[in-house]
C-alpha cells in the first residue's frame, strides 16, 4: 500500500464526498417519520439543520483532539483509496474537508438529494451501492 499526499487531487475529492455527504443526510431526513425535513418544500430552520448536522458530522473525521489506545494518542485522518489497483494507493491532502461546506456545495448535495426523490436519476446512486456493498478485500 502506498500513501500519497496529492493536494489537488485530495481537495478534489474532497469536495465531491462533502457533496454526497450532504446529499445522503438530506435524503436520510426527508426518509425519517421522526423529522420535518421536506426536500420538496425546505425551510431555512431545515437547511440550518442539515448544514449543522454535515458540518459537525464531516468535522468528526478531521476530529484532532485525539483518542487513546494502549497508550498511544491517535486522530482521525481523512484519505481516499484507489479502488481496484493492487497496490491499493492511499492520497490524503491538506484539505479540511468540513471547511468546504459552502453554499455551492450545501446546493449541490441538496439538488442531488432532490433529483433522487423525484426519480430524475437512477433508481440507486453510487453512494447507495457504496453503503450496502463490502468492500473488496
Do not use: W
Not at 26 to 52: I, K, P, W
Not at 116 to 129: F, I, Q, R, T
Request: charged share 25%.
Amino acid at each position: 500500500m502506498q500513501v500519497t499526499k496529492e493536494n489537488e487531487t485530495f481537495a478534489a475529492l474532497s469536495a465531491e464526498f462533502a457533496i454526497r455527504f450532504v446529499e445522503f443526510m438530506a435524503r436520510t431526513l426527508h426518509r425519517n417519520v421522526a423529522s420535518d425535513f421536506d426536500l420538496g418544500h425546505l425551510t431555512q430552520e431545515a437547511e440550518a439543520l442539515l448544514y449543522d448536522i454535515c458540518f459537525f458530522g464531516i468535522a468528526q473525521i478531521e476530529e484532532r483532539s485525539g483518542m487513546v489506545h494502549e497508550e498511544v494518542q491517535y486522530a482521525p485522518l481523512a484519505s481516499f483509496e484507489t479502488i481496484g489497483q493492487r497496490p491499493y494507493k492511499i492520497v490524503v491532502g491538506d484539505a479540511v474537508i468540513h471547511g468546504l461546506l459552502e453554499d455551492d456545495v450545501m446546493a449541490e448535495g441538496i439538488s442531488r438529494a432532490r433529483a433522487h426523490m423525484l426519480g430524475a436519476e437512477n433508481a440507486m446512486s453510487a453512494l447507495d451501492v457504496a453503503v450496502m456493498e463490502p468492500m473488496p478485500v
